[in-house]
């Protein structure tokens, strides 16, 4: 979108308003703000409520290739997944729209209720979501259940191509007796806990009544568990952590953590930056058995010197017990550190010190043992966990644990399982038990039998076609449901650009096109289908009124947000009567290239708005936009923020628009 040239006069526009990029920002300021004008057909209106008015998707086509095309994409799930495959469709199809679905009012999925509470630079990645949520050409829709406000089939014969995207959901289980007892949490409800994610804010984990807590599993989600626990409370208190959790953690006795492994140190799923925090934890001791340690590495250095990375991850580590010993010296830390400059893993194991445990907090990495059975006291609380002692066998890339016939009990208030997740079933969706994610080649959702496919992936129910209208549209798969609940936001960058390439692939190839005959209703009022079925959708812009309340919060209790963890919550600040201001920080030339027909129209909006006859929430009312002097020569373009409260701010006030400013 380019505002026409007839709108500013040339001659008046300041210098510092040349450059293209001061161009692009108005136009991206504008397309979010203003109702379409002839001379601006293509305009994505957003009224305070957050309905968003999309233009037409009839594009000619005539003079364009298959890439030219006026797709619809249907997204289900807006985390890191559902975001980086909508960036990625975006960027290939330029008159391409987006439809994101989510189950919560809220976005971002893993990003903001998986990843650790003291990882900010991890949570960076929203920023970037929100610039694509923020496109005219994506809408989000939150708050919406499948099947119940809409189902597969009905999202295939309206969309040209979907994607499934929500990630997983459900926990593994260990399958052993009493693994139901009252103490026994998984990894995945202890985090949603501390995260806020909505509908676990009653976990209520015991951490006053015990001082030592078990962990099953060596993963990163692991680790973080344990830090949470150990580490010191002030730290959390400036996170995002929720503040329930945060004072739970003040009153936690917890002293020792003790990590279950059922492999060995050269097999552990962590990585090298979560072990590192670990270490660093202040009057926290490192123990582990170093007789086993020495020699898992000493049988596994061909594997180390094969394996840089799980070479540098035992480097850590045997640094790290080395710097926790009492009897530790300059001269093996540096014998130890040669030893891994010169690739000789095998000099890693005789530098190995004997742990002192006389520190206040502990930290225990155990391997070699599998989970037999939950043990409890009289009243069903989990009282500790017996062991069974396994041996590797085979080679250190892939070795299985065989019974030695011994056991190992550790006592402990708490059990906390950390051995993985799966994806939940959709009806119509095929499905793989094993791996607790659905079938597919490159993100392509397997429909029919494939001789390349392993035979689990074969056994699932093929979706059924509608009982009238036009046939489904190809199906796609991206992140954890298409791989499996394995490696970072990172690694579900690549994952969703390998998803969109193949949809890229399948439109050059024509088995994905843009549909003549769509289902019951279009897509462009899908958001009358949901409404039509209960939901009440959130909209994007509605968010991030949201978001401001949690900051305001957090920022009252020195933190970056507090986040809302009742769903009824996020209704407070979007209730009907509140008045809206959206404030945006424009130059005081503003006039040169607006329209003076649209400064007027938003003037008239916000008087109304103030005199009560006109709902800023109500689908047909739209929010106030004030146009803010900007100090200075500071022509910066851009959204400030979204208020929602009593009033305006104090500093903007009705003389501004009176005196026509």
């Not at 929720?242 to 003790?258: G, L």
């Not at 000789?344 to 530098?351: D, F, H, I, M, Y």
């Not at 074969?458 to 489904?472: C, F, I, R, T």
Request: charge should be positive; aromatic fraction near 8%.
């Amino acid at each position: 979108m380019r505002i026409p040239r007839n709108v500013y006069r040339a001659p008046l526009l300041p210098s510092a308003l040349s450059s293209p990029s001061h161009f692009n920002a108005v136009n991206r300021t504008a397309a979010r703000f203003f109702e379409p004008r002839p001379v601006w057909p293509r305009i994505a209106c957003e009224t305070a409520r957050g309905v968003v008015r999309p233009f037409s998707s009839t594009v000619d086509q005539s003079s364009g290739g298959p890439k030219d095309q006026a797709l619809w994409f249907a997204i289900v799930g807006s985390g890191p997944a559902g975001f980086y495959t909508a960036d990625k469709l975006l960027s290939n199809f330029p008159n391409a729209r987006v439809d994101i679905f989510e189950k919560l009012p809220f976005p971002y999925g893993l990003a903001r209720y998986g990843v650790a509470p003291d990882h900010p630079e991890v949570k960076n990645v929203v920023n970037k979501f929100d610039s694509i949520a923020s496109s005219p050409r994506v809408r989000f829709f939150g708050s919406v259940t499948f099947p119940t406000h809409i189902d597969l089939p009905t999202l295939r014969s309206l969309y040209d191509a979907t994607v499934l995207s929500y990630g997983a959901s459900l926990d593994r289980r260990l399958g052993i007796p009493g693994e139901d007892a009252r103490g026994v949490l998984s990894a995945r409800d202890f985090v949603a806990w501390y995260n806020g994610l909505p509908g676990f804010q009653n976990l209520n984990p015991r951490l006053e009544d015990t001082d030592h807590v078990a962990i099953v599993g060596h993963g990163n989600v692991a680790l973080d568990v344990a830090r949470m626990l150990l580490a010191p409370v002030e730290w959390l208190a400036k996170t995002d952590m929720t503040q329930y959790a945060i004072e739970t953690f003040a009153r936690s006795r917890v002293r020792r953590v003790t990590l279950i492994g059922r492999r060995g140190p050269l097999q552990v799923s962590f990585t090298a930056k979560e072990l590192r925090e670990m270490l660093t934890l202040p009057s926290a001791q490192f123990l582990v058995d170093v007789p086993l340690l020495r020699r898992e590495i000493e049988q596994g250095s061909e594997l180390l010197d094969r394996d840089r990375a799980r070479k540098r991850l035992l480097s850590i580590l045997t640094r790290g017990l080395e710097d926790a010993s009492s009897v530790s010296t300059k001269r093996t830390r540096a014998r130890a550190g040669a030893a891994v400059a010169d690739g000789s893993a095998a000099e890693l194991a005789p530098n190995l010190p004997t742990p002192n445990t006389a520190a206040a907090r502990s930290w225990e990495l155990k391997f070699w043992r599998t989970p037999k059975a939950v043990l409890t006291s009289a009243d069903g609380a989990v009282v500790g966990l017996e062991l069974q002692v396994t041996r590797p066998d085979g080679p250190p890339e892939r070795p299985r644990a065989l019974p030695t016939g011994e056991t190992d009990v550790v006592e402990c208030g708490m059990l906390v399982k950390s051995v993985g997740y799966r994806s939940e079933k959709l009806p119509g969706v095929p499905y793989d038990e094993e791996r607790g994610c659905v079938p597919n080649v490159k993100g392509r959702v397997i429909q029919g039998a494939d001789p390349t496919i392993p035979t689990p992936f074969l056994e699932y129910l093929p979706a059924p076609a509608p009982p009238s209208g036009p046939p489904p549209t190809p199906l796609y798969v991206s992140g954890w449901l298409k791989r499996g609940p394995t490696g970072v936001i990172a690694s579900t960058l690549a994952d969703a650009h390998e998803t969109a390439q193949s949809v890229v692939e399948d439109v050059i190839a024509g088995t994905v096109r843009a549909r003549t005959e769509r289902g019951a209703g279009t897509v462009e009022s899908v958001g009358d289908l949901l409404r039509a079925k209960g939901a009440r959708p959130v909209s994007f812009s509605e968010w991030k009124v949201v978001e401001r309340e949690e900051e305001r919060k957090g920022a009252e209790r020195g933190k970056v947000r507090e986040k809302l963890t009742d769903v009824g919550e996020v209704w407070k600040p979007l209730a009907p009567g509140r008045k809206a201001c959206v404030a945006m920080t424009l130059p005081h030339e503003v006039d040169h290239f607006l329209p003076r027909q649209a400064v007027k129209g938003l003037r008239t909006t916000f008087k109304e708005i103030e005199a009560g006859t006109r709902s800023p929430t109500g689908e047909s009312g739209a929010a106030s936009v004030i146009l803010k002097r900007s100090k200075g020569r500071n022509l910066t373009v851009a959204p400030v923020c979204v208020m929602w409260g009593g009033g305006r701010d104090g500093k903007m006030n009705n003389s501004f628009w009176d005196s026509g400013k």
